[in-house]
């Protein structure tokens, strides 16, 4: 198998009387029923590792499970006491996982036994040989299987290497293969015999993932885009949970035609990730009072406060603010019909405002509406997006996120420049931005979208930063973030050089006059004139 071939994924049902294997659960004899066999082109090893990936991410095979947490991971001696024996294999791996759902108000979380056996005596000598991966869930007397997980006692995942002398003929290649095997919790229970039925399709999912995730490590395929680059992930998901239940009930009240669950779960999820951005990037602080349930009290914030330019909605700023960050406000050029869903405490910190950058005239001192020490928040901010770096390097201490989504240059609605792609100065950081959008495929870095992501990042470099970039885990495709929360450069001299470097793109911008700002509308604008 020097060449990876990939063989289609075709499962078949188990028929009756097929091989099985025999031993023990829990003491117990084990009644394990063949659920189902298909042909594979990977080796043991690639089964073993695809075996792997599936016991710390069980939330690739079901939306409704949140992730694993893996609680022991050891080597398992001549001595050890393993809950489960194959006849003719042995144990000589155990992982014990603790299983979250998405939705932990539903279902509960489940310890997982996940044991590893090879063939008695097994070799070394690289010889392919049989290999079986069992995993048992931890029921309590009297305790109950959540929904996410099928009505079983185990289920075995069996790799048969190839038996080429049991071909029908010299011609004839025999293949490796990967049967499935189950304990009915219910020791009557013959559902998996029908196809149409949810276990048996469970089994065939799981079958599936091991077979394509086999094939992926036989090809050497590698991860390309690393996510939770900035932030922890179980990190962002524990938080998120407290963070969704906190304000759900958001969606309930919606009163404007657009999906409410997109846009209140997507502003919930950016809630989430700024507040853990900014506990890891100023230093903590101290609260009167701490309650066990808000510990974010204590998590470090900008000392300048935070802005929302372009605040839309106002969802954002209405959970920033609630969470215990009132230290901060949005503008935008309207008030939104939104903005009468919340409290007075969140009212008065939306503003209608026509922000003008165009008027700075000065390069000392911040900007309008800004403060030394400022956040800068931009979410789909449109002809503001590329203004949020410049604002930012004019006013100490401030950084920024940005996550565009109408591409605008400095002046008008972004073009995509003529030989962008094709610089010989790119930046190392435009070239793994360029890596990572590549492979999400949809036309990639030489997409507008693409493209004008590389386009900001270097524009926000050339403002001083040390740009960071995150695909952040909301329910948007326009998912990506820039983040300038260090300068690259670090003496005052330095600092004050780009300041003035920063101005002159100002400067070009007046005297070109093509940028316009909008004007405030509704009400506002007849207070505004």
Known sequence: MSQAREVPFTPTPAEPGS?????????????????????VE?????????????????????????????LEDRIVSENDSIMVSVLGFEANRHILRRILPRRPERDGPLDQDCVFLSPHGHSSSGTEESSIVILAPIISLGGELPFYHPKVKAVAFRYEPAQDGLAANEDQETRPVLSLHIIPLDPLDDSYTNTESRLYRVCVSLAQSVWRIGFGQMSGYQKKVQHDVLVDKNEYQDFYLVMRERFKSVVEGWNID?????HVFEDIGIATFLMLLWKQTYPARDAPTVDESHSWDTWGRPPGGWIDLGCGNGLL??????????????????????????????RARLQVHSYDPTTIKTSSGCPPLLRPGMFLIGNHSDEMTPWLPILAALCPDASFLSMP??????????????????????????????????????????SLYGTYLQWHLHEAFECGFDVETEVL?????????????????????????????????????????????????????QEHH
């Not at 929360?485 to 793109?505: C, G, H, I, L, Y």
């Open 473 to 525: 885990r909301i329910p948007s495709s326009r998912n990506w973030a820039l983040i300038g929360r260090r300068k690259a450069t670090s003496t005052p001299d330095e600092q004050e050089r780009r300041k003035e470097a920063v101005f002159e793109k100002i400067k070009a911008v007046q005297e070109r006059g093509l940028f316009k700002t909008r004007p405030p509308e509704g009400k506002a604008a």
């Open 405 to 446: 989504c109408c591409p605008w240059d400095l002046d008008q609605k972004f073009v995509k420049p003529r030989g962008f792609h094709k610089r010989p100065d790119k930046l190392p950081a435009e070239e793994e931005l360029e890596r990572k959008l590549e492979a999400r495929g949809k036309g990639g870095s030489t």
């Open 42 to 70: 990977f080796t043991s090893n690639h089964f073993v590792q695809a075996l792997d990936n599936i016991v710390r991410h069980p939330e690739w095979n079901s939306s409704i499970i949140l992730r694993a947490d893996i």
């Open 258 to 262: 657009t999906d409410p669950l997109k």
């Open 317 to 346: 700023v209405h959970i920033l603010v609630s969470m215990g960050y009132p230290d901060g406000f949005g503008i935008d050029v309207r008030e939104r019909k939104t903005w009468e869903l919340f409290p007075p405490e969140t």
């Open 19 to 39: 091989r099985t294997l025999e031993g023990s659960l829990n003491s117990e004899e084990a009644d394990w029923k063949p659920v189902l066999s298909c042909p």
